[in-house]
């Protein structure tokens, strides 16, 4: 190793942390049994690396060294608090010191995809509101800082970090461990939920100046690709991930080269990534060979835009039969709004509308201004344009993101 360029190293450092900040915090945690104090030891992993490989250069193997030297700053700390303890007892009441050692056996590295997988669960506890199991998703799983995190969901950083710190604190006792075999469904559940929070919100940004946020998006297909590896049987992480890889492959298209947003049948889909596409329905194909479930019916709805080779093509008749079954298994009256847009790109307009009228007395979704878009889509179909503007310009009203209020406003003028 020799001496670099400060700068380069510098996002080298990034770079690397960005990929194995999950797997240090994870060992660091099973290691020590505490989440925070994992977090923070890591953290002085990064500030050594940040000191160090400028000056000696980066090793040859970055992600080990990273590792390694985490592991010693927490062994050390262990074993400073044992010895510490040993003198309280030597004290109290003259038990002899004694070091169990054994640390070897926590240092296993077959054992660091097991710790990965307890770390997930752990964080994306269900006792954690889910804006807290997201930020901390993002912070220990996806190695972003706390000012990232907070950008990305349109906080204040000194709120976020607050935030992440309750977070921490309701976590204090809780086992650093897979919940019992009778909790587990519903603590994937949680899980799975958590990182499609996180796509979402990268996908349709729910506010501030830009529609997409391709990075939380990307975090969040890696958080499902590592949930494959980590649990191969589990056919709704399958059909998560195929759904986020799926809709992923649109994001190069959903946006003009100055950022307005782009509405499906307008996009150029020589510009949707194939490669995303082919990985999409590979894991949608074994989601349903294992079984399947919601997020695998929700994939099978991506796939009928990413099978099609045009707007045109696209068989909407199926896509609003995938939404009656969705709606079986979970009532939403968001996946009536969406059955509704079928409907309408099917030619039954109509039929659409009637669908939304129902669920317009529906109280969530007072707020929800996909509610008046898709009206206002429906009513212009049907040729009751003065309606579809009205729609339209309340549409514009209610949301917060300033990318789409400006979509919507422009159809209130043009409709």
């Known amino acids: 190793m020799g001496a670099a360029d ?25 290691l020590t049994g505490d989440i925070g104090l994992a977090e923070e030891l890591a953290q002085d992993t990064l500030v050594v690396a940040l000191e160090q490989w400028p000056r000696d250069g980066v090793p040859d193997d970055p992600g080990p060294w990273l590792l390694a030297t985490a592991r010693h700053r927490a062994i050390d700390q262990i074993r400073r608090r044992q010895n510490y303890a040993a003198k309280l007892r030597l004290v109290a009441g003259g038990v002899s010191e004694s070091h169990d050692g054994g640390y070897e056996a926590v240092l296993d590295e077959g054992r660091i995809g097991d710790d990965l997988l307890r770390l997930i669960f752990t964080v994306c506890h269900p006792a954690l509101p889910a804006e807290s199991r997201v930020g901390l998703t993002l912070r220990l799983l996806g190695g972003l800082t706390t000012a990232e995190i907070a950008r990305a969901f349109l906080v204040p950083e000194p709120t976020m970090a607050a935030r992440l710190t309750r977070a921490k604190k309701a976590l204090t006792g809780v086992e650093f461990g897979l919940p019992p075999a009778a909790e587990l469904a519903p603590r994937l559940a949680s899980v799975l939920a958590t990182v499609y929070l996180i796509f979402n919100e990268g996908y349709a940004a729910t506010g501030g100046p830009v529609w997409v946020r391709p990075e939380l998006a990307d975090e969040a297909v890696r958080l499902g690709r590592l949930l494959q590896g980590l649990l191969p049987r589990e056919p709704e992480v399958h059909g998560l991930t195929a759904l986020m890889e799926l809709q992923a ?22 510009r949707w990534d194939r490669l995303l596409i082919r990985r999409g329905l590979a894991a949608l194909s074994l989601a349903g060979d294992l079984g399947g479930g919601i997020y695998t019916v929700e994939a099978e709805i991506a796939a009928c835009h990413a099978r099609a080779r045009s707007h045109a093509d696209t068989g909407w008749e199926r896509v609003a039969a995938l939404y009656e079954v969705l709606f079986h298994l979970r009532p939403s009256p968001v996946l009536r709004v969406n059955q509704a847009v079928a409907y309408g790109m099917a030619g039954d307009p109509a039929r659409g509308l009637a669908l939304v009228d129902a669920a317009a007395g529906e109280k969530s979704l007072r707020d929800y201004p996909q509610l008046p878009a898709v009206r206002g889509d429906l009513l212009a179909r049907l040729g009751r344009a003065d309606e579809a503007r009205a729609e339209f310009a309340r549409a514009a009203a209610l949301t917060r993101n300033e990318a789409e209020r400006s979509l919507f406003a422009a159809r209130a003028e043009s409709d």
């Open 6 to 30: 400060p700068a380069l190293v510098h996002r080298t450092v990034e770079a690397v942390w960005r990929i194995e900040a999950a797997r240090i915090v994870a060992v660091l945690a099973r």
């Open 249 to 270: 492959s649109r994001l190069p298209a959903r946006v003009d080269p100055d950022g307005r947003p782009v509405l499906l049948p307008d996009q150029d889909r020589r």
